[in-house]
């Protein structure tokens, strides 16, 4: 079992570098001895894993499958061995963590304030802000991104999914006729989040889902700013449930269209491809999808 566990990671490590040589350099091994392991797994398997030309190396429709599963296997190795080292021993060093502004209120920080809490040797610089940061060329460790990274020399892992509300206040809503549909919503004055836009997907259990693409009065680069806005009755916005649900409790704004929200959004961490296996970039990701049930509660 050991020796076909080892023969899953080097495909899967493998397949993360795109060649025989650079997954061999990776991994301490030799070329051949790489090939090995992976020709094995697909004897015994009795499939092929990968395409294979003098320039190329490429997934097989099997591959795939049995990557993403591997790649499960080797996540939840690593945050068992790097749990079991957290309780063996405190961390130390720094650690530059970028997170966009809207989640500075959220339970997530207080979830990385735990981790400190647990290593009291460790410095951690938190920058936010709600445009994308260049993380290899600014020398960050670690962001946290709203969507999939586009830049797949990134290396990311998912952390939880993040309800978003549609809002208003009630003065704005006064001067505006009832909505039934997000199609309703077109002519209304909308507050833009400029480095998402403005293209909304909204869903429906029974109706399906509607993508509307409204035009902005006011845009910003601050989700803080939104919701002042929106306060202000300046027009609807769409904002994480953690940061609106409070304030509809209050009476500040309101939720619209209750029963179509817009699409929830993927909740990822993204850190450098060369980052060290067991470094403390790692350690704080495996401690965060530890707690991601708790990460997007609303912190007093």
């Not at 599963?69 to 068992?80: D, H, L, R, T, Y």
């Not at 720094?94 to 209120?105: I, M, N």
């Not at 978003?164 to 989040?193: G, H, K």
């Not at 910003?220 to 002042?228: D, E, F, K, T, W």
């Amino acid at each position: 079992m050991l020796g076909y566990l080892r023969q899953i990671a080097i495909f899967a490590k493998t397949a993360e570098q795109g060649s025989f040589r650079k997954a061999a350099d990776a991994l301490r091994l030799s070329p051949s001895v790489v090939s090995h392991h992976i020709a094995t797994l697909e004897q015994q398997l009795d499939v092929a894993l990968f395409y294979r030309s003098t320039r190329k190396l490429s997934l097989t429709s099997d591959g795939e499958r049995l990557l993403a599963s591997a790649q499960m296997i080797v996540n939840g190795a690593e945050e068992f061995i790097g749990a079991a080292s957290r309780q063996s021993s405190q961390l130390t060093g720094q650690l530059k963590v970028t997170l966009p502004a809207v989640l500075a209120k959220s339970a997530l920080v207080d979830r990385i304030g735990d981790f400190c809490k647990e290593n009291p040797s460790l410095n951690l610089l938190l920058d936010f802000s709600d445009n994308e940061r260049d993380i290899v060329h600014e020398g960050i460790d670690l962001a946290i991104r709203m969507g999939w990274p586009q830049d797949s020399s990134l290396k990311a892992r998912k952390l939880a999914r993040m309800d978003r509300l549609l809002v208003a206040s009630a003065s704005y809503l006064e001067t505006r006729p009832q909505p039934s549909s997000p199609l309703d919503l077109d002519d209304w004055n909308w507050i833009e989040l400029s480095p998402v836009g403005l293209k909304q997907v909204f869903i429906h259990r029974e109706e399906g889902q509607i993508t509307i693409k409204a035009q902005s009065q006011i845009a910003v680069n601050s989700a803080h700013a939104l919701l002042q806005l929106a306060k202000n009755g300046n027009g609807v916005t769409v904002l994480p449930r953690f940061l609106a649900g409070k304030l509809i409790d209050n009476g500040h704004i309101q939720e619209v269209l209750g029963h179509w929200r817009p699409k929830p959004i993927d909740i990822y961490a993204v850190w450098p491809g060369n980052t060290p296996r067991w470094g403390l970039t790692k350690r704080l990701v495996g401690f965060l999808v530890q707690n991601q049930a708790t990460l997007f509660e609303a912190s007093d």
